[in-house]
C-alpha cells in the first residue's frame, strides 16, 4: 500500500473533504509524529499503510479550559473508511498529587492506554479503538468518536431547569445507575491489574446512540505504594459528590446563598481533594438518605476509613440503591 499512496491518489481519497487545492498543492505527509506541533490542518498521517486526514486539533474541557488545545490530540478522517477517528500522538508529561499526606505520582503513558484498549474490545462502558506503531516507533492510538455530552454537561444543564430535590427524586435515580455501570467498568480494569488513572467527570461520555456511559482517555498512570488503585477511587468519589449535588456545592457560594447552613459547616464537611467543596451534603439537602450520605462522607476530610477496592464501594452504592429504589429513605 505505501507506494500506492501518490498525492494523486491521496487527492482522490480525500476530496470528500478537501476544499479544492490550488493546482500544484502538494499535502504534508507524515509517517513519524514524534513532533506532533507540526502536523496541522490538511496534512496527512499514514499509520499501517492507512492515511489519516487531519482535522482539528481537539481541545480540553476540563474545569471551562474549553480554548486549551491538546495539540497531541487530532480529530481526523480515516481516507480509506471515511470515518471520523481521534488520534492520541505521544505526549510524555507527569506531576505529582497530593490528597491529605497521600502522594501520587501521575503520568502519562501511552503504553498503559494502548494496552487498555486491546484488553476492553467492545466493552459497552468504554471509548473503542486501537494502536498502531508509526515509523520511529511511537505508540499511537485510533479512537471512534462517541457522540454525546459528558455526565458533567448533562448534570449541569438540568441544574439550569429544575431545582436539586426533583432532580434528586426524579432525574438521579436513573444517573445513579449509569454511575454504578461505571463504577463496574473501573473494577473491570482493576481485577485485570490496571488502572483508569485519570477519573473525572468529563471523562464520562453518554453515548446517544447506546444510552451507555463510557470511560474516555485512560492514558494516566500513577505510582503509590500503599494502594495502587487509590486514586481511581478518589476520582469516583469526586464523580459520585458531582451527581449527588448536582454540580459542586462550593462553600465560597454558600456563604453568600445560604448563610445559615454556611455557619453550620465545619472543616470536616469537606472534599478531601477538594477543600472548597462539601461532601457532606446532607447539610445541604436534609431529605438525602443517610445510607448515601456514608458513601459520601468516605470522601471527606473527617473519615478514618477510606475505600480499598471498588467492590466495597459497589456493595454500598447497591444497597442504597434497593433502599432508595423503594423510598424507604430515613
Not at 474549553?66 to 480509506?80: G, N, Q, S, T
Not at 503504553?111 to 466493552?123: D, Q, S
Amino acid at each position: 500500500m505505501r507506494d500506492n499512496l501518490s498525492q494523486e491518489s491521496l487527492h482522490q481519497l480525500a476530496a470528500r473533504w478537501s476544499t479544492s487545492p490550488e493546482p500544484g498543492h502538494r499535502f504534508k505527509i507524515y509517517r513519524d509524529t514524534s513532533d506532533f506541533f507540526r502536523i496541522e490542518y490538511g496534512d496527512i498521517v499514514i499509520l499501517n499503510d492507512t492515511p489519516y486526514l487531519i482535522r482539528h486539533n481537539a481541545k480540553e474541557g476540563r474545569f471551562g479550559l474549553d480554548d486549551e488545545v491538546k495539540f497531541w490530540v487530532k480529530r481526523a478522517i480515516d481516507l480509506m473508511s471515511g470515518e471520523s477517528k481521534i488520534i492520541k500522538l505521544v505526549f510524555y508529561e507527569s506531576f505529582v498529587a497530593r490528597i491529605c499526606d497521600i502522594e501520587f505520582e501521575c503520568f502519562r503513558s501511552p503504553k498503559k492506554e494502548a494496552r487498555i484498549l486491546n484488553m476492553i474490545g467492545n466493552h459497552p462502558n468504554f471509548m473503542h479503538g486501537f494502536s498502531v506503531r508509526d515509523d520511529q516507533g511511537n505508540i499511537v492510538r485510533i479512537l471512534d468518536l462517541i457522540y454525546g455530552s459528558t455526565i458533567a454537561e448533562h448534570i449541569h444543564d438540568l441544574s439550569t431547569r429544575i431545582d436539586h430535590e426533583t432532580y434528586f427524586f426524579t432525574y438521579f435515580p436513573n444517573i445513579l445507575d449509569n454511575y454504578i455501570e461505571c463504577v463496574e467498568a473501573v473494577r473491570f480494569l482493576h481485577e485485570r491489574g490496571e488502572k483508569h488513572g485519570d477519573i473525572r467527570r468529563d471523562h464520562i461520555l453518554m453515548d446517544r446512540e447506546t444510552g451507555r456511559c463510557r470511560w474516555i482517555d485512560f492514558d494516566y498512570n500513577f505510582r503509590h505504594r500503599e494502594n495502587m488503585y487509590g486514586y481511581d477511587l478518589f476520582g469516583l468519589g469526586n464523580v459520585f459528590m458531582y451527581i449527588v449535588g448536582m454540580g459542586d456545592v462550593l462553600i465560597p457560594n454558600l456563604k453568600t446563598t445560604n448563610p445559615k447552613v454556611f455557619d453550620e459547616l465545619c472543616d470536616d464537611d469537606t472534599n478531601i481533594v477538594f477543600n472548597n467543596r462539601v461532601a457532606n451534603l446532607i447539610k445541604i439537602y436534609p431529605y438525602i438518605p443517610e445510607s448515601l450520605n456514608r458513601i459520601l462522607m468516605h470522601f471527606s476530610k473527617s473519615t478514618h476509613v477510606f475505600y480499598d477496592n471498588t467492590m466495597q464501594l459497589l456493595d454500598d452504592l447497591n444497597e442504597f440503591k434497593s433502599i432508595f429504589s423503594k423510598r424507604e429513605v430515613e
